[in-house]
């Protein structure tokens, strides 16, 4: 059993910051990746930002500069910084916890969090 939670959502405003935690336990012993996603009403899924174990971070462009991924390994936590924030990044946002089995890679998502940036 995997567990991945999520915390630290809420409403603030343009130009505003919030900062997401998401924590993963249970049979973790081979995180290859964690990050962030997000979803509106009516749309895909999108990454946001994912850190590997090794350390190495990728964003989307629409959150560069803004928003800063980080992953204490001994914690099994991922801290999402989300900085200079716009009403388009308005969604609900998603923890990941990519693992490696034996012979597959598997995904655990959170329940997700509500960010909601107003004008």
């Known amino acids: 059993q995997v567990q991945v939670v999520e915390s630290g959502g809420g409403s603030v405003q343009a130009g505003g910051s919030l900062r997401l935690s998401c924590a993963a336990s249970g049979s973790i012993s081979n995180i290859i990746a964690m990050g962030w996603y997000r979803q509106v009403p009516g749309k895909q899924r999108e990454l946001v930002a994912s850190?590997?174990?090794?350390?190495?971070?990728a964003y989307a462009d629409s959150v560069k500069g803004r928003f800063t991924i980080s992953r204490d390994n001994a914690k099994n936590t991922v801290i999402l910084q989300m900085n200079s924030l716009t009403p388009e990044d308005t969604a609900v946002y998603y923890c990941?916890?990519?693992?490696?089995?034996?012979?597959?890679?598997?995904?655990?998502w959170g329940q997700g969090t509500q960010v909601t940036v107003s004008s």
């Open positions: 990941k916890v990519q693992l490696r089995r034996y012979i597959t890679i598997d995904d655990y």
């Open positions: 850190v590997t174990s090794y350390g190495s971070t």
